[in-house]
């Protein structure tokens, strides 16, 4: 038997219109309803709009208004039809009107609290439905739809003991098992959550939602060849739901499978062309695939669906950057700062557009919008200690043999943290006993391919410098790491020196 959902799929005025011009004439080819009570038909009624057979629902609920025109069951009829029309707020008047006339009608209360449920009052709603519990402990669907409720308002304890008293009350009830599931995977009980969507499946295995949320806890967990299982499922059974394609191509980023995102997404685009976070996401994956044309078509997309959309407006800037077309992406920034003039990733990229530009004096000023301080005089030596803890393994040198890089020198490992991207060169200089007996002298020509942008654990966004190596086989330590004392001198284009306290070691 089918269960209430907690919206009903809406029917369009002019459809609903059309059905009740004919309802006298289609009840007349209804069979005779026998000993078919109003209750009965009111039932009926009931499980034709959870299934979706609208006018067939309609259809019943006329023959509950002839057999019981004046009564309570007759106006909880019309409050069905009414919702299905989406005219919520007649629905609940006519609710009102069958609890006026019968105060304990149940269905009465149950129906209320779904017409106020859809119109977002749901402390309203729960309080139908406690009414509703109140005159009969046992309708496993009152108990549902509280639940439902009560996850909207993310209180997931409570929640979860409605559900699990509607699974006493009917350990059939899927989407009972369903709702226990989105309550513990809220509360981040993965593994339990699993468990429930599980037997949500067993009982019925062609809902599609199920299988989708199934998915969500799969990727949560990290285990993304079974999330994509779970989302394939879901499209199997539902292949329009723009939902469960969206969810798909988020996995196979975090698994690194651009291409298939990108397939994921231009489905979900197909249904959904108006989705602005959609046309964002599948310009992103394009960018991390290097087809930067197609990722600012795409962002434009997105643009012209929503053009307060400054993360969108970052995004594309970033990939104009890569084109090197850097006034073009100065613009975009500059458009993302205009939406939010706190985006300090915003703000970050555009000072490294204008380094690129050599416009130093604006990039300067960008910069210190961040509260960055870009001014160092004079030429600063860099002084080391070399111990068994600064060495790591990293491979094998060119010629095989396998050797240790020092981690102050490796990539990533120096991080400038006033955000400014200067091209020169670095010169490391190597001592066995600084200022005498210097080892190597390495001089490195920087570029802007030498750079990547960071973002810390507390959020700011750092410049990393791609530092070069010195492997110990260079340096010829031979066995162990002995102490050493490595000297760094950087030298700019623009004048622009490091300081020690310039950069942050990890």
């Not at 209430?4 to 289609?26: E, G, Q, S």
């Not at 939902?243 to 997404?265: D, M, P, S």
């Not at 490992?413 to 066995?432: E, L, N, P, R, S």
């Not at 001089?443 to 750079?451: I, M």
Request: include cysteine; aromatic fraction near 10%.
């Amino acid at each position: 038997m089918g269960r209430d959902k907690p919206l009903l799929k809406r029917v369009t005025n002019t459809k609903l219109n059309a059905i009740l011009c004919v309802l006298a004439l289609a009840a007349l080819a209804m069979p005779v309803c026998g000993q078919e009570t109003a209750e009965e038909w009111l039932e009926k009624g009931r499980v034709l709009f959870s299934e979706g057979s609208y006018d067939e629902g309609v259809l019943a609920i006329e023959e509950v208004i002839k057999l019981d025109p004046d009564g309570a069951l007759a106006w909880t009829g019309k409050g069905m039809v009414l919702v299905a029309q989406g005219n919520y707020t007649e629905a609940i008047q006519a609710y009102d009107e069958a609890i006026r006339l019968d105060p304990g009608c149940t269905q009465a209360w149950v129906r209320k609290g779904v017409a106020l449920y859809s119109q977002g009052n749901y402390s309203e709603a729960i309080q139908a439905y406690d009414e509703a519990i109140r005159l009969y402990s046992e309708d496993e669907l009152a108990w549902y739809n509280k639940g439902v409720a009560l996850l909207q308002q993310g209180k997931l304890d409570e929640a979860l003991q409605q559900f699990d008293e509607t699974i006493r009350l009917d350990p059939e009830y899927a989407d009972a098992w369903n709702g226990k599931g989105v309550a513990l995977a809220g509360q981040g009980k993965y593994d339990e959550a699993i468990q429930a969507y599980d037997e949500a499946i067993r009982l019925d295995p062609e809902n599609a939602v199920v299988w989708k949320n199934k998915g969500d806890v799969l990727n949560d967990q990290g285990k993304y060849d079974e999330a994509i299982q779970a989302y394939d499922e879901a499209i199997r059974i539902d292949p329009e739901d723009p939902r469960a394609w969206f969810e798909k191509g988020l996995v196979q980023v975090f698994h690194g499978n651009c291409t298939e995102a990108i397939q994921a997404y231009d489905e979900a685009i197909r249904l959904d062309p108006e989705n602005v976070l959609l046309w964002g996401l599948k310009g992103f994956s394009l960018a991390r695939l290097g087809k930067d044309q197609e990722a600012i078509q795409a962002y434009d997309e997105a643009i012209r669906l929503d053009p307060e959309d400054s993360v969108v407006w970052r995004n594309k800037g970033d990939a104009l950057m890569k084109q090197s077309k850097y006034d073009e992406a100065i613009q975009a920034y500059d458009e993302a700062i205009k939406i939010n003039p706190d985006y300090v990733d915003a703000w970050h990229n555009k000072g490294v557009a204008l380094l690129k530009l050599k416009r130093y004096s604006e990039a300067d000023a960008v910069l210190a919008a961040l509260g960055r301080d870009t001014e160092c005089d004079g030429e600063v030596r860099l002084q080391y200690e070399v111990t068994d803890d600064t060495w790591m393994d990293a491979g094998t040198d060119e010629v095989g043999d396998g050797f240790r890089v020092y981690l102050i020198l490796d990539a990533g490992m120096v991080v400038q943290k006033i955000c400014v991207q200067a091209f020169g060169t670095v010169t490391v200089d190597v001592y066995k006993d600084y200022p005498s007996g210097k080892v190597v002298t390495k001089t490195f020509e920087v570029t802007g391919d030498d750079y990547y942008c960071a973002t810390s654990t507390t959020g700011e966004t750092d410049l990393v410098y791609l530092s070069p190596r010195i492997s110990n086989s260079e340096i010829k330590l031979g066995g162990e790491p002995e102490r050493f004392d490595i000297i760094i001198t950087f030298k700019t284009e623009n004048g622009y020196t490091f300081k020690e306290d310039d950069y942050l070691y990890i």
